[in-house]
């Protein structure tokens, strides 16, 4: 069965201090793995797709990497404003559904 | 990146009534329609593919009588939540599949049952 899990469950950090997300899979074909950032009380906003080990995407202070078994996403000196959910999701072959993670809830204070 | 709407943004009713989200993309056509839950503090949760033109297609466990859904069009599908009660309320996402094979993802819906 495929299977998402996101760690670590919260993370509090002082802005200008960078960390990673881990979001680690089962999955019998990957077809794609997604990075959303959610703010609450909004939907998911997409981020990142990674279609293949070794493949990486940046944009801004957010970079995501992506192994045979795990993805993660860095945050280099982050701030205030990239406290938010962080949400993992793998495409279910040939249906284009999303498992999600848990996801990753981000506190960065100034 | 392509954007889709919901409408209303929030929605509070009575228990027994019918509610209707609408899901719009806004500046491309979607073949393809997913509809969401999200209780507080929890991951989404799937509860039906939309395809244009034909039958949804139903998590397990979900209600298809209860949740019905239409996609009448390349940019709409609507999600009715029929004789609505307490245990309905949640927060209901939408997302649209485009051809770069990315789901984007609507506001939400915040529906409340009285």
Redesign the interface.
């Known amino acids: 069965e495929d299977q998402v899990t996101q760690s670590p469950e919260a993370l509090r950090l002082q802005e200008g201090e960078s960390s990673s997300l881990n979001c680690s899979y089962t999955v019998s074909g990957l ?2 793995l ?1 990075w ?1 950032r959610q703010d609450p ?6 981020l990142f ?1 990674l279609y293949s080990a070794g493949e990486e995407k940046e944009k801004e202070r957010l970079k995501a990497t992506l192994t045979k078994k795990e993805s993660f996403l860095h945050i280099t000196a982050p701030k205030p404003e990239d406290s938010a959910t962080y ?1 993992c999701a793998v ?1 279910d072959g040939g ?4 498992i ?4 990753t809830r981000l506190a960065v204070h100034p | 990146g392509a954007v889709v709407s919901q409408h209303p943004s929030w929605v509070i009713c009575k228990s027994g009534t019918s509610v209707k989200i609408e899901c719009r993309s806004l500046d491309f056509q979607a073949t393809t329609m997913f509809w969401y839950r999200q209780f507080p503090k929890q991951s989404l949760m799937l509860m039906a593919t939309s395809n244009e033109g034909s039958k949804a297609t139903y998590e397990q466990g979900v209600e298809k009588d209860k949740f019905l859904i239409n996609h009448a069009s390349l940019t709409l599908s609507t999600l009715t939540v029929t004789s609505a009660h307490p245990e309905d309320s949640s927060f209901y996402i939408c997302s649209a599949h485009t051809v770069q094979e990315t789901q984007y993802f609507g506001p939400g819906t915040r529906l409340l049952v009285l």
Do not use: C, H, I
């Not at chain 1, 009380?41 to 997409?46: I, L, N, T, W």
């Open positions: 077809r794609g997604f959303y009380g909004k939907g998911p906003e997409f797709t949400l495409e249906y284009n559904k999303l999600f993670g848990a996801g």
